[in-house]
């Protein structure tokens, strides 16, 4: 079993609509938990931290549920801006000083007008 | 500078060639990492280090070296370059801390024929 698993899409949505992503992990002792976007052959770039208590960012909405191992994103009212590579990441230790960050091989998401 | 830079942006290599990878950042940052990207697999960490003088061994480190003498540069150095070193390289850095976001290159794209 792969230690973050997310459904690679593509999600293909309509201006305006509202998406979800899911991610499993399998680490229980994981400790902490992000989402990155990608563009097409650009780098990862931190989209939001997720929060045990669920964080939101404007149209973006992240939750967090430890019992069962799984990380969600919601965008709200997507733009064709939002059209992009998701990358759900888990730190599944604490080591002091650095991280040692495990990659989803992330969910593809289109938007279109 | 600003940030994290990557040279050269892509390469195409003979295999059995040797090739040192750039990585410059000017954030301070302690820790600094490696990634691939291959489709499919997601990024993969190659090798990291902490601090300057430090490095360790990430999930795929055969074939691949890596030094850390300053805060700013680290290079990664394939010794004899083989075809299934095909692939994107992303440099990384935080600062230090679990939670700390990583910073990430601009890639280099690089093929080993």
């Known amino acids: 079993r792969k230690e973050v698993e997310q459904d690679p899409g593509p999600f293909n949505v309509p201006e305006g609509a509202t998406v979800a992503f899911n991610c499993t992990y399998s680490?229980?002792?994981?400790?902490?938990f992000f989402w990155y976007r990608q563009d097409c052959r650009k780098e990862p770039k931190l989209l939001m931290s997720v929060y045990s208590s669920g964080n939101e960012d404007g149209r973006f909405t992240a939750q967090l549920n430890r019992a069962s191992q799984y990380i969600s994103l919601l965008i709200r009212d997507s733009k064709l801006s939002d059209s992009a590579t998701y990358l759900c990441v888990v730190n599944p230790r604490e080591i002091t000083g650095f991280q040692k960050l495990v990659f989803g091989t992330g969910t593809r998401l289109l938007v279109s007008p | 500078i600003a940030g994290i830079t990557q040279a050269p942006t892509s390469q195409i290599l003979a295999a059995g060639r040797r090739m040192t990878l750039r990585c410059t950042q000017d954030?301070?940052?302690?820790?600094m990492y490696w990634y691939r990207q291959d489709l499919g697999l997601g990024l993969r960490l190659i090798h990291y280090s902490n601090t300057a003088g430090t490095t360790g061994k990430g999930e795929v480190p055969d074939g691949y070296s890596v030094s850390r003498a300053n805060t700013d540069d680290f290079p990664l150095t394939l010794a004899s370059a083989v075809p299934s070193q095909t692939s994107v390289y992303f440099c990384a850095s935080s600062d230090s801390g679990s939670n700390n976001e990583q910073f990430f290159g601009p890639g280099t794209r690089l093929t080993v024929l």
């Open positions: 680490n229980s002792a994981s400790q902490s």
């Open positions: 954030m301070r940052h302690n820790a």
